[in-house]
Structure formats: structure tokens, C-alpha cells
């Protein structure tokens, strides 16, 4: 099983992703968790990746490819991936292509969870991050065992200034619109499977198992 998770902050491509995991046996590589993790570690990958994801940009293409190319390398990612949070441009996604091709094996699909946006944002207004490392939480969803402290670090929580219901709504569109090349490029390959992330977090899950067949 070789799969793409695409869908805005919120949707639950996370969530679904680790359950993918978990019923395939296939790893879920997340690009802003290994971003993170090496921003936490203060790596020279993560030094660099900071400068960016701090001020709310992507992180350079040839650096996030790079990335990944290592990563799909593992002896656990030989039998397939869930990757979520890449590719997010086209460029992105064309080197993944190459990649697979390199490779001699395809895409099984790609995921495109939809969320009506005023239901991303009361879900978004709720986001806890920690000062220290990056992790995130939910005030609701998922609080930080710690309390108003990160379990990871022990680091301040504190609400992004993005993350302010005024402002949700304009990074979502900023978002969306970044990409929408990535969408157009795997609905032309015939390899997108939208579907509908509203529901319990296991209506979800079975729409997009019976959506890979
Ligand atoms: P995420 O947790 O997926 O929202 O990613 C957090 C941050 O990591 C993003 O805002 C970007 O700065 C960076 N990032 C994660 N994945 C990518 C990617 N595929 N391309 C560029 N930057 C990325």
C-alpha cells in the first residue's frame, strides 16, 4: 500500500493516517513531524527547516525531498507508506513520481479529505503548541497530559497567532490554494480518491479503506 494523505489542517489526515498504519503494517511518514523532530534535536536539517516553518512558510523543495527520499529508503518503508503532509507542491510531487519510478512501483491512491472550512476552524481555534518543540495539541481532542505544560518537553502551550479564528480563515485559503496543483496533478493520473472527513473518526476510516479498494 503505497498512499498520499492530502487535506487542510484539521481534517484528521493524521489521525486516518496512523490508523492506516496500523491496519496495513505500513509506515505513516509525516513531513512536518520529521521537520519537527529535527528542530527539537537542533540538527543542521533542523536549524535550517526552523527558519521557515517559524515564519509559516514551506520549507524549501529540495531540502523536503531530500528528506523523504532518505526516508523511503528504510528497510520499513519498503512494503509501502502513508505519507502525509507530502508532497505539497507540484515540484514535490513530480520528484515523488520519480522516485516511485526509480523504484518500479506506483501509487495505490491518494486521499483527499474534505472538511466544510467553518468546521476546520472551530476544530483549528482549539490548537495548543508548545513554545519549546513544536508538538501539538487540542484544548479538546487532544490536551497535553501535562496540562497547560508539553508532555513532550515540558514547554509553554500557547495559541498561534494563526491559529485565531480570524486568521484560520485566510491560512485555509492560502492553503487551498497552494495545493491545488497537487490536487489537479493526482486527479489527471486518475489516482485521487476524495472523500467526505466529516463523521466519527471510523465513518472516515472505512470511506477511505472501501475509496483504495
Ligand atoms: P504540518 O505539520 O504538515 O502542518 O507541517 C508543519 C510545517 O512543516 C509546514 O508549515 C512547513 O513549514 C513544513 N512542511 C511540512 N511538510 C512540508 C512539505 N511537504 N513541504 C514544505 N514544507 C513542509
Known sequence: MRVVMIGPPGAGKGTQARLLQERFGVPQISTGDMLRDAECRDTPLGREAHRFMSAGQLVPDEVVIGV??????????????????????????????????????????????????????????????????????????????????????????????????????????????????????YRASGLLRPVDGLGTVEDVFARITTGLG
Open 68 to 185: 523523504v527520499e532518505e526516508r523511503l529508503q528504510c528497510p520499513d518503508a519498503s512494503r509501502g507508506f502513508i505519507l502525509d503532509g507530502f508532497p505539497r507542491t507540484l515540484a514535490q510531487a513530480r520528484a515523488l513520481e520519480a522516485m516511485l519510478e526509480r523504484r518500479g512501483v506506483v501509487l495505490t491512491g491518494v486521499v483527499e479529505i474534505l472538511v466544510p472550512q467553518e468546521e476546520l476552524v472551530r476544530r483549528l481555534s482549539g490548537r495548543l503548541v508548545c513554545r519549546g518543540c513544536g508538538a501539538m495539541y487540542h484544548r479538546d481532542s487532544n490536551p497535553s497530559p501535562a496540562g497547560a505544560a508539553c508532555g513532550k518537553c515540558g514547554g509553554e502551550l500557547y495559541q498561534r497567532d494563526d491559529d485565531r479564528p480570524a486568521q484560520i480563515q485566510a491560512r485555509l485559503t492560502n492553503l487551498a490554494r497552494e495545493i491545488a496543483p497537487v490536487i489537479g496533478f
